[in-house]
């Protein structure tokens, strides 16, 4: 098989184990776990696809965190919540340009967003889906760490090193068809 197949292996095995894991275990929003899996596999190697599960585990904690903040002390509130609120948006917003850390207050303010109206700003209900993100979450982290390091296992270097492979070949094939024409 070549790396693409394995790679597409790979993420089905993932989205399996966690779709599975979640439902064995009587969760309810499946789809989490599947949604971590499907962020993490988009990106170039393993060793990005662990930053980015790591960024979603920060942001959906400290979402879940401002989340049960605002429930706590303005839901009662509701012109003082929605002013929290769209201020939240607006710091997120403003720090998600970050090169290096905009996925994590993207991910804050898209928690914050749903633990807060999910639950329907009942500090009860909210709770429990704060509780069941954070699980899906790292189930999802947890699916795709290892099938990606126990199948088929690829090092950064090894795709650094194909990709200069390939790129040496095609500059041959570009400079032999040069002289051939010259």
């Known amino acids: 098989m070549n790396s693409l197949t394995k790679q597409a292996v790979k993420v089905a095995l993932s989205l399996c184990l966690s779709i599975v894991c979640a439902l064995s275990l009587g969760w309810d929003k499946v789809y989490w776990s599947a949604v971590t899996v499907v962020v993490m596999a988009g990106n170039e190697t393993f060793g ?108 950064t270097e090894q795709v650094f090193f194909d990709g200069v492979s390939s790129l040496l070949k095609q500059a041959q094939q570009q400079a032999s068809l040069l002289q051939q024409r010259l």
């Open 48 to 155: 990005h696809a662990i930053r980015v599960g790591k960024h979603r585990f920060w942001g959906t904690f400290v979402g879940v965190g401002l989340a049960f903040v605002m429930l706590q002390f303005f839901s009662q509130l509701h012109v003082v919540f929605i002013v929290v609120y769209i201020l939240i948006a607006v710091v997120t917003a403003y720090l998600s340009d970050d090169s290096e850390y905009g996925y994590v207050f993207k991910t804050i303010f898209t928690v914050c967003t749903l633990i807060c109206f999910a639950g329907g700003l009942n500090v009860d209900t909210s709770f429990n889906y704060a509780i069941l993100r954070i699980q899906e979450t790292l189930l999802g982290i947890v699916c795709f760490s290892a099938v990606f390091t126990f199948v088929w296992p690829v090092r």
